[in-house]
């Protein structure tokens, strides 16, 4: 909950860092413009997945063993090879990128005319590999405010950068403005990880693989796992962009961007903490249960009214966020809405496959999961729109979630206990009769009735982390103080 604090509060000044600029590239941009970027960054992340050998995870796991041995030449060494890696992992995505900039330009956009742009964009490639190896080493030490403060300082930089960029050159803005961006980022990372006193280890280039070859093998399934993850959302943006438009892309990156940039920030500070501490019990299945059940537990209290505000709320915020042209996305986030309580509860659960090192475990899990997931994505759109899309998120963490309760049964003798249960039917009840009440109900009528619930939510919520964390007892004390 320490984690979830810290990094949620600086998810929210990153949210609304983000509220900003996604204001003014709407405004200066708008759907045509915001297509454009998410394809251009859509590609560029397939790339980076197949190339960073997934080292902003598997990484952080071997450098939290090595502090576990209070050994500082042990710490030092595992931080040296990851610092090498993240080199030649990320000169790897740069000059694939650069080869490929012809190609990806074909495939991406259907002509030749944007080559240039991802010539220049493919050194981001290096500068968020580069950053990537900075901030892991900070969370493997667990730095939090270190990290925090990385995090936090590249983004609101950024931010001014970037608008000037969309004000003066529109949509020619973009590529310099996520080149700068990256830049930014990772002069960031490094001057925080500066701070940090390491020992220096010399080592040659066989060592420096032999040593960084479990990293690698754990990094190389992760990786998979997100070119399945990115290769479908791309898939999603060319069959929209080919069977519908340009701005139904954006429409649908600017609706998955609300919901998943303000649910995410829950997930970002929970996994923070939460997969090394995962990991460090992966060994015995008892602590294991109780880690998973504690963690889900605080991701439903936390972010189920924030997820009832999204239901009733939605056509405000997403006026507020975009503006009125993109309230076509309304419907799809309401749906994506009720998915994100199944997306929370397999979230907690689907770690475990990783903090026990079970690499192919997680590779075929993660593989078929993608593949209904496009599959369930193309039927959406293709017979019910945007809001098919919503649907289908919906529809496919439900059906996940299934999927790894039962993996997790079998494998590690894991179920949900029930205080969970409870708090999961209570909550997605709510959630459930708010969507009902914000599809069928006129106004201001449902506005009333939807505050009322959320109400309710947020007061269950409270109540039930007040029983676990008191509290209310910390608030008189630090007022005390």
Known sequence: MKATSIFGGVQVFSIIISIIRSKFVAVLLGPAGMGIMGLLSSTIGIISSLTNLGLGTSAVKDIAAAVGTNDEKRIGLIITVVRRLVWITGLLGLFTTAILSSWLSQLTFGNKDYTWAFLWISVTLLFNQLSTGQLVVLQGLRKLNYLAKANLSGSFIGLFLTIPFYYFWGIDGIVPG??????????????????????????????????GKNMLRLGFFISLNGVFVLGVAYLVRIFISRTGSLEQVGLYNAGFAIINTYVSLIFTAMATDYYPRLSAVANDNKHCNQTINQQAEIAILILAPILLIFL?????????LYSNKFTGVNEMIQWAALGMFFKAASWSVAFIFLAKGTTKLFFWNELITNIYILVLNLIGFHFWGLTGLGLSFALAYLIYLVQVIVISKIKFEFAFNPSFITIFIIQFGLAGTGFLIAKYIGQPFNYLAGSILIGISGYYSFWELNKRLEIQSLIKNYIHR
């Open 178 to 211: 996520i080149i700068g961006t990256a830049f930014l980022s990772m002069l960031m990372s490094w001057y925080f990880s500066g701070k940090i006193k390491v020992a220096k280890i010399a080592l040659s280039h066989s060592q420096t693989f032999e040593e």
């Open 312 to 320: 009733i709320y939605i056509n405000w915020v997403v006026i507020l």
